[in-house]
């Protein structure tokens, strides 16, 4: 039987709603075999995660998405199989949290100004003390009745153009890259056709990330249609890279993305665990 791989996920430590152990928990009752814990821009879970992975008998990818601002666009590299000791990945992934709490801050304000008080100190509750994302503030919004549901909040209030939307100052894609193979990983394109760009620029972005050293794209993800996971596979293809698969799980709350529910890879993409040493109780770093 083959295994079940999810290389893409979040907690606590970042935006999702499960502590690394609740998350590593669910993994394996969904019957994933091999996880890789993603926050954004932190390793702070992945301690408890390899403990809890050991325990429960699974194996842990050491794992991190990383912000990138890309031609005025942002998109989000992971990093897979890394050392996370690593100083200078660490110093980078300090840098972004640095920023992070200014933004959320910074979208605090601008949304007090708008006329909705206290949404920093709501977010920052959600956060539980660990960083703070657009998403905390989503849930704060929709909790306070501001918006329907966590779909529609981000284009009411935080997109472009609307009341709580600050602008990212991220890493650039070869700093991105370069931090995860440094500290001896894989760089990843995360959900790349949920960015939304045409054919040429998606294929500028790929290109640009394969010459700084990237390994892989995501092609199958909790975001992609069918369709997009043979089109993602054709562009891995075409750019001798490897393919991934993550749901980009948040939690229990986002049925449309659960662990280990994902579409097979196609055929003839190469996966990016062809050439792992897979041993269960143990991570992968």
């Known amino acids: 039987m083959n295994a079940c791989y999810d290389l893409?996920?979040?907690?606590?430590?970042?935006?999702?709603?499960?502590?690394?152990?609740?998350?590593?928990?669910r993994a394996?009752?969904?019957?994933?075999?091999?996880?890789?814990?993603?926050?954004?821009?932190?390793?702070?879970?992945?301690?408890?995660?390899i403990a809890a992975a050991r325990s429960a008998g699974l194996c842990l990818v050491t794992g991190v998405e990383i912000s990138v601002t890309w031609a005025g666009q942002v998109v989000h590299i992971v990093g897979l199989g890394f050392d996370p000791g690593?100083?200078?990945l660490q110093a980078g992934l300090a840098g972004l949290r640095r920023f992070r709490d200014w933004r959320a801050e910074e979208i605090g304000r601008r949304l007090a100004k708008s006329g909705i008080p206290g949404a920093y100190e709501g977010a920052r509750g959600y956060s539980n003390?660990?960083?703070?994302?657009?998403?905390?503030?989503?849930?704060f919004l929709v909790e306070q009745?501001?918006?329907a549901d966590m779909r529609k909040v981000f284009k009411q209030f935080l997109t472009r153009g609307k009341p709580g939307h600050v602008a990212g100052e991220w890493a650039e894609l070869d700093q991105a890259v370069g931090w995860i193979k440094d500290a001896g990983g894989q760089a990843v394109i995360a959900h790349p056709a949920r960015y939304g760009m045409t054919r040429t620029r998606l294929r500028r972005l790929i290109g640009e990330f394969q010459e700084?050293?990237?390994?892989?794209l995501?092609?199958?993800?909790?975001?992609?249609?069918?369709?997009?996971?043979?089109?993602?596979?054709?562009?891995?293809?075409?750019?001798?890279?490897?393919?991934?698969v993550g749901s980009d799980y948040h939690g229990p709350e986002t049925p449309w993305a659960q662990l280990g529910r994902l579409m097979p890879l196609p055929d003839n993409a190469v996966p990016i665990w062809h050439d792992w040493s897979i041993?269960?109780?143990?991570?992968l770093a």
Do not use: W
């Not at 893409?8 to 928990?25: E, I, K, N, R, W």
């Not at 993800?221 to 001798?240: C, I, L, P, Q, Y």
């Open 8 to 25: 893409h996920c979040h907690s606590t430590a970042s935006d999702g709603t499960l502590t690394p152990v609740q998350l590593v928990a």
């Open 28 to 49: 394996a009752e969904a019957g994933v075999d091999v996880l890789a814990l993603t926050d954004h821009d932190t390793t702070e879970g992945l301690p408890e995660a």
């Open 86 to 88: 690593n100083p200078a």
């Open 129 to 139: 003390g660990h960083l703070i994302s657009r998403t905390h503030f989503a849930r």
């Open 145 to 147: 009745g501001y918006s």
């Open 212 to 216: 700084a050293g990237g390994t892989a």
């Open 218 to 244: 995501e092609v199958v993800s909790g975001s992609h249609s069918r369709d997009e996971v043979f089109t993602m596979a054709r562009h891995s293809r075409d750019f001798s890279l490897c393919a991934s």
């Open 279 to 283: 041993s269960k109780t143990q991570a």
